[in-house]
């Protein structure tokens, strides 16, 4: 059995708050790897800007080096768009993996506002990492009103295998700045660089090459 943390995102590109957010839960929860699930394309985000999916998976790649970090664009493959029926479909095709879900307190803010998210917190328990500026709203947003109840002590965090759900962990993590949002804003023709490139995906093992243009 292998326990596995699942953190989606789009990846746009990845840095190395990813990278650092992932070794930290990685750590406190007893994780046998960490999985990146680039999406092919967030509900709740605009199109505009997203670089290619190849050029996603690359960068990821790049930031996962010499680590238990798995990137992968398995979405693509199971066909799912939305977060609930992605997990839903990985613990089917992976009986014999334990998943637990991560996410940054910026997202637990807007939570409410994902598709069936009480569904979600059913199928697997969650774990929420500190992000400077979004724990207070992330308290007091409306899944946390639901949510609260669920709520399991930080100290027993390596024990989620044995949690019933719905189940959140709280993990405190040392501020880190870093964000994709700054890295386009330094290098807006970021993906350029990976133009032409095939990228391999760490769970599925299929290859993705990276479109030449890209408007």
């Given at each position: 059995?292998?326990?596995?943390?699942l953190?989606g995102?789009?990846?746009n590109?990845?840095?190395?708050?990813h990278?650092?957010?992932s070794?930290?839960a990685?750590?406190?929860?007893?994780?046998d790897?960490?999985?990146?699930?680039?999406?092919?394309?967030?509900?709740l985000?605009?199109?505009?800007?997203m670089?290619?999916?190849?050029?996603r998976?690359r960068?990821a790649?790049?930031?996962?080096r010499r680590?238990?970090?798995?990137?992968?664009?398995i979405?693509?493959d199971?066909?799912?768009?939305?977060t609930?029926d992605?997990?839903?479909?990985?613990?089917?095709?992976y009986p014999?993996h334990?998943?637990?879900?991560l996410?940054?307190?910026d997202?637990l803010?807007?939570f409410?506002?994902w598709?069936?998210w009480?569904?979600l917190?059913?199928?697997?328990?969650?774990a929420?990492?500190?992000?400077?500026?979004?724990?207070?709203?992330?308290?007091?947003g409306?899944?946390?009103?639901?949510?609260?109840?669920?709520?399991?002590?930080?100290?027993?965090a390596d024990?989620?295998?044995?949690?019933?759900?719905?189940?959140?962990?709280l993990?405190?993590?040392?501020?880190d700045?870093?964000?994709?949002?700054?890295?386009?804003?330094?290098?807006?023709l970021?993906?350029?660089?990976?133009?032409?490139r095939?990228?391999?995906?760490a769970?599925?093992?299929?290859?993705?090459?990276?479109?030449?243009h890209h408007?």
């Open positions: 059995m292998k326990r596995i943390g953190l995102g789009s990846f590109p990845a840095h190395g708050g990278r650092a957010i070794l930290f990685m750590a406190a929860l007893g994780l790897e960490v999985w990146w699930l680039v999406s092919p394309g967030n509900p985000k605009p199109a505009a800007g670089a290619p999916l190849g050029a998976l960068s790649q790049a930031q996962a680590s238990r970090i798995r990137p992968t664009v979405e693509r199971l066909g799912t768009r939305y609930v992605t997990l839903r479909a990985l613990v089917r095709r014999d334990r998943f637990i879900w996410m940054g307190a997202n803010a807007q409410a506002r598709r069936n009480r569904g917190a059913r199928t697997l328990p969650i929420v990492i500190a992000r400077p500026g979004y724990d207070a709203p992330a308290r007091a409306q899944a946390m009103g639901w949510l609260r109840r669920f709520v399991r002590r930080a100290g027993h024990r989620w295998t044995d949690w019933s759900f719905p189940a959140l962990v993990l405190r993590f040392r501020p700045p870093r964000s994709a949002t700054a890295v386009r804003t330094a290098a807006p970021w993906h350029i660089a990976h133009a032409g095939q990228a391999r995906d769970v599925t093992h299929r290859a993705l090459v990276v479109p030449r408007a």
